[in-house]
């Protein structure tokens, strides 16, 4: 139980163009949804948090403008990274918390997508 | 002083040896601690949470000091398959879960 899934795994675009990560929660309802972003041989940095059906809260220094949150369902969140830049390219990860699933702050990862913006 | 920090590495060690795994955070109120580990370009998989009193699991023991504001991570008999990066994890009171990551530790046991 408690599987997360993101798509596309890798996507590589060019600059200037947007790009939308799906993260789905399979067996279980997420009402919170956790975005990260890691560079090469960084930690993981939280960008956003979003709870189902409400805004985003995002990170200080994390541009809301540029990375869209949408949380319309309890089981898909998606980011959409605008006007993508070389700067862009990361590791994007989601993670998930929801009903049915143990209490306290555990979380559960997507597989990552790969983003390179050439 | 940065929010979580830990041991920088890498570590090699023979496959059988006993290695720890340290950490310290900074924020006196965090009430949940986890070690996470992480395989090249994967996403982080929950190892175990670290509770008060210490907790085992097989080859793996996490304790918590909450005076010193340090966590541990022991694995013993490490195998091959143990070669990652150990993250350690904490949930600031009040942070409405937001986990915060160390940087990591590399282990790479050698054969």
């Known amino acids: 139980g408690a599987v997360v899934s993101q798509h596309p795994s890798w996507v590589i675009c060019k600059s200037g163009t947007s790009v939308k990560i799906e993260c789905r929660s399979l067996?279980?309802?997420?009402?919170?949804m956790f975005w990260y972003r890691q560079f090469p041989k960084q930690s993981l940095m939280l960008m956003a948090t979003?709870?189902?059906?409400?805004?985003?809260?995002?990170e200080q220094g994390v541009e809301k403008d540029k990375f869209l949150i949408n949380h319309a369902s309890l089981t898909l969140s998606t980011l959409t990274v605008t006007s993508a830049h070389p700067e862009d390219s990361s590791f994007y990860i989601c993670?998930?918390?929801?009903?049915?699933?143990?209490?306290?702050?555990?979380?559960?990862f997507g597989p990552g997508t790969r983003l390179t913006v050439t | 002083r940065k929010e979580v920090e830990q041991d920088p590495g890498p570590f090699n060690v023979p496959e059988g040896a006993t290695v720890a795994f340290n950490c310290t955070y900074s924020?006196?109120?965090?009430?949940?601690f986890f070690w996470y580990r992480q395989d090249c370009r994967k996403e982080p998989k929950l190892l175990m949470s670290v509770y008060s009193s210490g907790n085992e699991d097989g080859r793996f023991t996490a304790q918590l000091n909450r005076a010193s504001q340090y966590i541990s991570l022991l694995i013993r008999d490490s195998k091959l398959s143990d070669s990652a990066t150990y993250l350690c994890v904490v949930n600031p009171l009040g942070s409405n879960y937001k986990l915060t990551f160390g940087k990591g530790t590399l282990l790479t046991v050698n054969p």
């Open positions: 993670s998930a918390k929801g009903l049915g699933l143990p209490f306290g702050a555990e979380q559960y």
């Open positions: 067996d279980f309802q997420a009402t919170t």
């Open positions: 924020n006196s109120a965090s009430q949940s």
């Open positions: 979003s709870n189902e059906g409400s805004k985003a809260t995002y």
